[in-house]
């Protein structure tokens, strides 16, 4: 089984650490792109700038923080969901808002799913495996007719 492209989308750099050894431990992954933020990750999806000779495809998934620099999580997640060759890419926000409000405004905006960084290692790891193991193995991804390459 061929495992698909992750795009995580994180500024702090303890979190990708995390996050990208809670994938590669589950074994979950072998191609996980990171963006520092919301412009990187426009960059990455529109293979713009230092992301124009990628290969062609969507990743399988899109791991979202919200609280970033330059362009933040919900102006990424607004632009993905209005553009109709992004839209079908499921974005999961994963982030240390416990907030009502961002929960509420992304849910409006088309999220996903909504995760909260829990404080715990062991259970941050955990929830980044529960993740990884839903989008990219269980989950079926739009099909590639409905990608643009």
């Known amino acids: 089984m061929s495992l698909k492209r992750i795009l995580l989308v994180e500024d702090d750099p303890k979190d ?3 996050t990208v050894n809670a994938l590669e431990e589950n074994h979950l992954v072998n191609n996980i792109t990171i963006a520092h933020d919301g412009v990187e990750a426009l ?3 529109y293979r713009r700038k230092a992301f124009e ?4 495809g969507n990743p399988v998934v899109i791991l979202l923080d919200l609280k970033m620099p330059r362009m933040d999580g919900m102006q990424v997640l607004t632009q993905i969901k209005a553009d109709n060759d992004l839209r079908t890419i499921p974005v999961v926000v994963l982030t240390s808002s416990r907030e009502s409000q ?6 409006r905006l088309g999220v996903n799913a909504y995760v909260v960084k829990p404080v715990k290692f062991a259970d941050f790891v955990e929830a980044v495996k529960e993740v990884g193991i839903f989008w990219a193995l269980i989950n079926e991804p739009p099909p ?6």
């Not at 961002?102 to 849910?107: F, G, M, P, Q, T």
């Open 144 to 149: 590639i007719s409905m990608e643009t390459a």
């Open 16 to 18: 990708i650490e995390l």
């Open 102 to 107: 961002d929960l509420e405004v992304c849910y």
């Open 43 to 45: 960059d990455y999806l």
């Open 53 to 56: 000779h990628r290969p062609p």
